[in-house]
């Protein structure tokens, strides 16, 4: 009986482990490219992903008017960015004025954990003067505006997520112009994680407590079995 119970306990205790490690793999990166949907001009160095929202003519605005993208792919149309977010139409319009017009992307899908919180350090420069350029983060269809060419906040910040609930998440990541196609904007995204909930599951938790089940069903049998054995010796005494 004891070497089953300890056979059980090892069984649920392996199977606990990789029930938990095969949801944990999921992992996302900005170490490199490799994984992301790109559109656009996109480069990675140094553990962190650059997108612009250049064009390969160049841009005509600025104290470097002739300034050519990081790669020389240039931005693509908006509405190749809302599709490839996973958004609909306008979606990533500021306003009916400050309309999106061209701009790059990346995104990817993985398997997410309820509990589970996604963070990432990003920063945003621009040269545009006249409108409200656009950096932000787009998970599971939601649109969040990071900064804008008015608005480009501090020059590293950190941005955290929480995820709800278990299943397939979606995120992108974008820059774009808007109003015009002039007065280059750039978006960095680095430090890019996903940490695990320490709370397991439902399921594993379930798992793990079917497991201390038996253990205590098997506990229970072993101490009526020495009280019965302990109640017979005085008789084999007499």
Known sequence: MKTNARQLLAATALGLLAFTSNRAQAQVTTGSLSGWNV???????????TLT???ADGDPAGDQPFKLTNTG?????IGELETAAGVAPLALDLSATEYGTEGSLIG???AAIAGQTLSFVWAFGTRET??????????DGVVTTL???GAAGAASQTFNYTFGRTGDARLAFGVIDTGDVVGVSSFTVGHLQLTVAA?????A??????????????????????????????????
């Open 108 to 110: 990817q899908s993985f």
């Open 53 to 55: 929202t250049a064009f």
């Open 73 to 77: 792919t240039g931005a693509v149309s």
């Open 130 to 139: 006249l409108f409200q350029d656009r950096a932000f983060v787009v998970i």
């Open 199 to 203: 709370v397991p599951e439902p399921a």
């Open 147 to 149: 900064a804008t060419a």
């Open 39 to 49: 559109l656009g001009d996109v480069v990675t160095q140094a553990g962190a992903i």
């Open 205 to 238: 938790g379930a798992l793990l407590l079917a497991g201390l089940g038996v253990l205590g069903v098997v506990a229970r049998r072993r101490r009526c079995a020495v009280s019965r054995r302990g109640a017979a010796l005085p008789n084999r005494a007499r």
